[in-house]
């Protein structure tokens, strides 16, 4: 099988460059792109991506595949492959540190930016905040986010304004607070989403939709924030 | 974050803008449509006196000023889109600049010659 791989050393390449390698596919048995790099980096050492647990929870291996991002660990080759060939990229966007490694500080930037954590202003009750079932099931579909990064650097939105568009991935866990019953910072997370940029630079494309690994729906939580905006402004 | 240059600073109201003045160009096209097909082998003093009717008139001046606004947000968005410093360097916001400029002048041109044209027809 054809395998094509970004690379890029700064230390060494002037520019980027997509480098052809071969490899022999193991007959009848289905490998994930993960099993196909470690393959890779036994040729070549210098190989460098991110990896951690192999089975699409730590969000570590989030890479381009044939155009199409994804977690290495959990996408089967036969799915990606096209032809017998496989162009293995980095998460588009984000800068290149080495190979299939990005920097993703303007991702966790933005990810910052919503205070992705509960905020309660009541006093703290003597053992839990309690939900319930029903104010429980509204963060279904929303706190199972695990970072990878594949919507935000698949989003033309993203790519254009890294620094300003807080991306799908941040907008899904600024809903996943605001639908939180818990939660009483509701109005100040609204006022700080209101601008030309954080929110409304989605276009619902919905690439964010279309690669995330696990099946989540950010464009229905940005339209369903871009509900909250409206109602509290009129 | 606002930026000086979205019609109204904020991301909620051009939203909202843009939404309003499209539901307004669709009601004017359906409106122009429905005038035109009911109305077969219409010559100009026929169209003057549609044109002309004060309600008509309010509708289009109305049409015109939603294409401007609706062109403006989607305009200014286009231009702080692709014209940015990651593609222009530091001549990103001069060229900006000058692409708003441009649109703005060709948006006021537009909406003062519709203004006229509308206020000129004989009521």
């Known amino acids: 099988m054809q395998v094509s791989v970004y ?4 230390d060494v390449d002037e520019a980027p460059q997509m480098r052809d390698m071969s490899i022999d596919l193991p007959e009848g048995k289905e490998l994930m792109v993960l099993d196909l790099l470690e393959r890779l980096k036994e040729q070549d050492p210098s190989l460098s991506y991110r990896r951690s647990c192999r089975e ?15 977690l290495a660990c959990i996408t089967p080759v036969s799915q990606v492959a096209k032809r017998g060939k496989l162009a293995l990229r980095p998460l588009p966007g984000l800068p290149v540190i080495r190979d299939l490694v990005v920097d993703m500080s303007q991702f966790f930037d933005q990810f910052e930016k919503v205070r992705p954590y509960l905020i309660n202003d009541q006093p703290p009750p003597a053992q839990e905040r309690l939900q319930s079932p029903e104010e429980r099931a509204e963060l279904d579909g929303l706190y199972e986010c695990i970072l990878c990064g594949c919507c935000s650097t698949a989003c033309p939105s993203f790519w254009w304004n890294p620094d300003k568009f807080v991306g799908p991935a941040g907008l899904l866990q600024a809903y996943r607070f605001l639908a939180d019953s818990r939660d009483t910072a509701s109005a100040e997370r609204l006022r700080d989403l209101e601008d ?8 619902g494309i919905m690439n964010c939709v279309n690669v995330c690994p696990k099946g989540l729906n950010p464009t229905r939580a940005i339209g369903k924030i871009r509900g909250l905006l409206v109602r509290q402004g009129t | 974050m606002t930026q000086v240059t979205s019609l109204a600073r904020s991301g909620l109201a051009d939203f909202l803008i843009q939404r309003l003045s499209a539901v307004v160009l669709a009601l004017y096209t359906l409106c122009l449509l429905s005038f035109f097909l009911v109305n077969d082998g219409l010559d100009h003093r026929q169209l003057v006196e549609f044109f002309g009717s004060a309600s008509m008139r309010a ?3 109305l049409a015109v000023l939603s294409t401007a606004a609706h062109g403006w947000v989607g305009l200014w968005t286009v231009g702080t889109d692709y014209i940015r410093p990651h593609y222009f360097g530091a001549r990103a916001v001069v060229l900006r600049m000058a692409y708003q400029v441009g649109c703005a002048l060709l948006l006021f041109i537009y ?11 004989p009521g």
Do not use: H, K, T
Not at chain 1, 63 to 68: K, T
Not at chain 2, 111 to 121: H, S
């Open chain 1, 7 to 10: 690379r890029y050393d700064p």
């Open chain 1, 56 to 70: 699409g929870v730590c969000g570590s291996d989030g890479i381009n595949m044939n155009g199409l991002n994804g």
């Open chain 1, 196 to 203: 030309p940029f954080s929110v409304f630079r989605c276009r």
């Open chain 2, 59 to 61: 509708f289009s001046v």
């Open chain 2, 111 to 121: 909406v003062w010659w519709g203004i006229r044209l509308f206020w000129m027809l």
